[in-house]
């Protein structure tokens, strides 16, 4: 289990005053933590992220806009209060202004105080606290930089807004989706989810909108598609960098009208869907390179959110382990209870290329095999040596193509149109598919 986090960071350079805050908020039932230095206040948050930060304005060293600026850059779901004298409200309002929660003045009223505190952590709802955790009990971290991202997701949930979740395979993404689902209002409908670069190409449009009986060979009854099936509810669209172009054109035209139309129908459905997507792509370079419109970038993105890497998250790392141990042990019935200590040394060490993913991979490898109630270290090295020549699937993919363009390119002299015809692609598909490997056909001449 994750400790405690604190309700409210105290940051002021008048002790007394800092005294008296605590006691008072102590009294109305938070759990307090104070400091006199703005520098020292931001390790704090490093440490365990608080739901709210009540700071002085004027401090010596770092004051309290500073120190705002540093929370609203690595916390920016963090709400901040600011004491301020009568001779800095100007000051207190601009930071208003700027995304501050709110001011008090000194000295400040003990009922408004409590007041903003309470609508402040209302607001903050913190992922690691409180009674209702349901939303995101299959997401288990101690991590601040995890924590700041729940409490952003947490808040993004109650809207309709659509999100894009960025991250590297592996980290989690459709997992945190369904938890957005779960805290949103629309936790009662269905939650649908779609890998755009799993399904075949001549497939997805069907799959995604449905299509009429008739429409083409095979489609012998109607069938709604995952879009419709998705009504009332959340569509999670994964990998939406790999979607082709045509389809991108008829996504923006549901998100923009709420309505789809089947393949081969002549008239269209309205739909209500919240939709989340997902990639591990770089949409900015897919759309300086023509392959992801900016129109859809930028209706699918009014909320971004960055799942870190694991790597930027060792800290979960034994609990991530122990977690995986103890329901792994459970399905496959063996009195495995925990790890040696050189291998979770190794398991917090390694560089986790796959990610969470890859972690579950390694511990239900060294469950399977155990033989005692401690996991060794050899169990563990043998199931990481095993996986580190395994690559995630897109990155395979990408050396593929590489390695078969630059096989083409080397029989063909670097003649393009030999080289397309030999492949079976048009030369515009194919000089893209070049342009994409960065390969200078010149250079094979």
């Not at 008829?250 to 997507?277: D, F, M, W």
């Amino acid at each position: 289990m994750s400790k405690p986090l604190p309700h409210i960071l105290l940051v002021d350079d008048d002790a007394d005053l800092l005294r008296l805050l605590a006691i008072r908020l102590e009294a109305a039932g938070h759990t307090v933590v104070t400091t006199e230095k703005a520098e020292q206040a931001l390790a704090l948050i490093a440490a365990g992220r608080p739901q709210l930060v009540i700071t002085d304005l004027r401090m010596p060293g770092m004051d309290g806009s500073a120190l705002f600026e540093a929370i609203r850059i690595s916390h920016p779901a963090l709400p901040v209060i600011i004491l301020t004298a009568h001779g800095t409200i100007p000051d207190a309002i601009a930071a208003t202004n700027r995304g501050v929660f709110g001011y008090l003045t000194k000295p400040y009223d003990a009922k408004e105080l409590i007041e903003q505190v309470e609508r402040a952590l209302r607001l903050s709802a913190s992922p690691t606290e409180g009674a209702d955790q349901a939303w995101r009990t299959d997401i288990i971290t101690q991590n601040a930089a995890m924590a700041d991202l729940l409490a952003q997701a947490r808040l993004v949930a109650a809207s309709d807004a659509s999100v894009m979740l960025h991250g590297a395979s592996g980290t989690g993404k459709e997992m945190l989706a369904q938890a957005i689902h779960r805290a949103s209002p629309r936790a009662d409908g269905p939650f649908v989810a779609v890998n755009c670069g799993a399904i075949p190409e001549n497939l997805l449009e069907a799959e995604l909108f449905g299509y009429v009986r008739g429409a083409f060979t095979g489609a012998i009854k109607d069938h709604n598609g995952l879009v419709r099936e998705a009504d009332g509810g959340t569509l999670f669209l994964d990998e939406i960098g790999d979607m082709p172009l045509p389809l991108q054109v008829k996504l923006l035209r549901v998100l923009e009208q709420r309505e789809v139309r089947p393949v081969g129908a002549t008239r269209s459905h309205l739909v209500n869907i919240r939709v989340i997507s997902a990639t591990h792509r770089d949409l900015d370079e897919e759309m300086a390179a023509g392959r992801f419109r900016s129109d859809l970038f930028y209706r699918l993105k009014v909320v971004a959110l960055m799942i870190p890497a694991l790597t930027e998250r060792r800290d979960d790392i034994p609990l991530l382990a122990r977690h995986f141990l103890r329901k792994l042990a459970r399905r496959y019935q063996k009195e495995v209870n925990g790890f040696a200590p050189e291998a979770m040394d190794l398991l917090v060490r390694a560089s986790w290329p796959g990610n969470v993913r890859q972690l579950l991979n390694v511990v239900e490898q060294a469950v399977a095999l155990a033989t005692g109630p401690i996991v060794p270290l050899a169990l563990v090295q043998n199931a990481i040596r095993e996986l580190e020549d395994i690559v995630p699937f897109d990155e395979a993919r990408r050396r593929f193509e590489a390695d078969y363009l630059v096989r083409l390119l080397k029989m063909t002299g670097g003649n393009v149109a030999s080289a397309a015809t030999l492949a079976q692609r048009n030369r515009t598909d194919f000089y893209k598919l070049l342009q994409r490997h960065a390969l200078e056909p010149a250079l094979f001449k």
